[in-house]
């Protein structure tokens, strides 16, 4: 099996590709059972702003045991509850006595499992590769040049091309290992947008500080993405939280973060109109500064005050906006919608980046129903194509031989089923179809992971797109062939 499969939906074997901890985010009780680190060993997380050491201690089953005796699994938890704030990145926190990291020693266990001679398993040995550039990642995010790329090259790099739900876990797990992070968070953004691949802060304080200092522009409390270390990252802990964002962000809407034309508040009435004519807009933001949201002006909002006053003042015409962030899910986001008719959108920066609207959330929506409407009519054709032209009692015997599962229809046939029949070549030849099997029923496979993916809701990518033509065709073979 290749890296690719992963793209499918089909689990990693196991071996080097797993990095010798099953392809999970690195455990402090890993390091201790590869004997990186012993129990009892003492760590310090020294705060070097103001000067707080905070001690803890490795406990025998790979925990951090903090003086007050509360045990964490994860190196970020201890910190934060060490420090009551945070969140920080409890790997580059917490030092062992000659100040080597906790990171250091995970990094030197990834080390040892990607040093392994080739296996001759394409995946295994892939992922060793995968691993050389992780590293080279990080050795440029800690050399403040992180490496940038869309996140379609970013999902490359695992041999992927959308991000289903196993694919987007993957990834963010050996990011996780590496201590990388996606800024902003790869989950919540459009595939051919661009993130930078950045490590843990250099001080655990100025990451805080930071993150302090992003007000929100409308004054709104500034929502978390995915538990990460700070605005619009992917976590690089295995703490509660930091798993990837699942469903659809405003983020992953195309105008979402494609910038935004905008006025400030002492623009007049001929900039607006020549500014929304020229770009075929019904509203524009209202800037003073690329943070400092001060409203909009619509169509109606310019009818309303010079129907007031014929010499009305262009502030007369600014209305209230709205602004979430890029990684709000979208279903969230709907009643302010409804309301303001659009939303303003900021990136990981609290910038407005980004303008989204009725039409771009129906056009959304629109498109993920399209492929769920084929699959149910594929769904359908395969059973009519089976109840009509095979025994049922001989559909039972392959679907359900120990009869565990009382099957006594054809409807009760699942898309497993269909595939378990349509591959038995006695019940193929029944058919009398002028087709090839093994090119029928691999499609059928296709099919069922793309049909999994969007019936989870785990495909931000839409495989529905690419699929669509696919599922069209094979129910246009099956009403052809099946009678």
């Given at each position: ?12 074997p ?12 690195v ?6 059972n ?42 970020s938890?201890a ?16 030092a ?15 080390d040892?499992a990607?040093e ?6 394409v995946?295994?040995?892939?992922s ?29 790099w ?62 709104q ?25 699942q ?10 973060l494609?910038g935004?034309v905008s ?70 986001v ?22 989204i609207?009725?039409a771009d ?12 409407l ?58 009398k ?7 029928f ?37 099956l ?5």
């Open positions: 099996m290749t890296d690719s499969a992963l793209a499918n939906g089909e689990e990693e196991l071996g080097r590709a797993s990095y010798l901890i099953e392809g999970r985010r455990l402090l009780a890993d390091l201790v590869a004997g990186l680190l012993a129990p009892g060993t003492q760590l310090t997380f020294w705060r070097k702003r103001s000067g707080d050491a905070h001690h803890a201690r490795v406990t025998e089953d790979g925990r951090i045991e903090l003086v007050d005796g509360q045990r964490f699994k994860s190196p938890t910190a934060a509850a060490a420090t009551g704030r945070g969140p920080y990145d409890g790997w580059t926190a917490w062992l006595d000659d100040g080597t990291l906790l990171d250091v020693l995970r990094q030197t266990l990834l040892t990607a392994l001679p080739p296996s001759g398993d995946a295994a040995d892939g060793a590769a995968r691993h050389a550039r992780l590293k080279e990642a990080r050795k440029q995010a800690d050399a403040d040049t992180p490496i940038t790329l869309t996140v379609r090259d970013l999902l490359g695992w041999g992927a091309s959308r991000r289903g739900y196993l694919v987007t876990e993957q990834v963010a797990t050996e990011l996780a290992n590496h201590g990388l992070s996606t800024v902003p968070d790869f989950t919540a953004v459009g595939i051919d947008d661009r993130v930078a691949l950045t490590g843990p802060s250099g001080d655990t304080e100025d990451a805080e500080e930071k993150a302090a200092e992003q007000e929100p522009a409308t004054g409390e500034e929502p978390r993405t995915s538990g990460a270390p700070g605005p619009g990252t992917t976590s690089g802990d295995e703490g509660e939280g930091s798993e990837p964002i469903g659809q962000t405003v983020g992953n809407l195309p105008s979402a494609k935004v006025v400030a508040s002492s623009a007049s009435f001929e900039e607006v109109f020549t500014k929304m004519r020229l770009n075929g807009y019904s509203q524009l933001p209202v800037l003073n500064g690329p943070r400092n949201l001060r409203g909009a002006v619509t169509w109606e909002s310019i009818a309303r005050a010079r129907y007031a006053d014929a010499a009305a003042p262009f502030a007369d015409a600014i209305v209230d906006a709205h602004a979430v962030s890029y990684a709000d899910h979208l279903i969230d709907l009643p302010d919608l409804e309301r303001f008719g659009f939303l303003l959108v900021k990136d990981q920066t609290n910038q407005i980046a980004g303008i609207t009725v959330v129906a056009a959304e929506y629109g498109a993920t129903a399209r492929p769920f084929l699959i149910g009519d594929l769904d359908r054709q395969l059973r009519r194509v089976i109840s009509e032209g095979l025994d049922l009692a001989e559909v039972i015997t392959l679907c359900d031989p120990d009869g565990l599962r009382k099957l006594s229809s054809f409807d009760q046939l699942s898309y497993g089923d269909y595939q378990q029949v349509l591959s038995n070549q006695k019940q193929w030849d029944r058919l179809w002028p087709l090839d099997r093994r090119s029923t691999a499609r059928l496979d296709e099919l069922r992971e793309i049909r999994n993916e969007l019936m989870h809701f785990n495909d931000k990518d839409k495989a529905g797109d690419s699929a669509i033509p696919m599922l069209r065709n094979m129910i246009e073979l009403r052809e062939h099946g009678g």
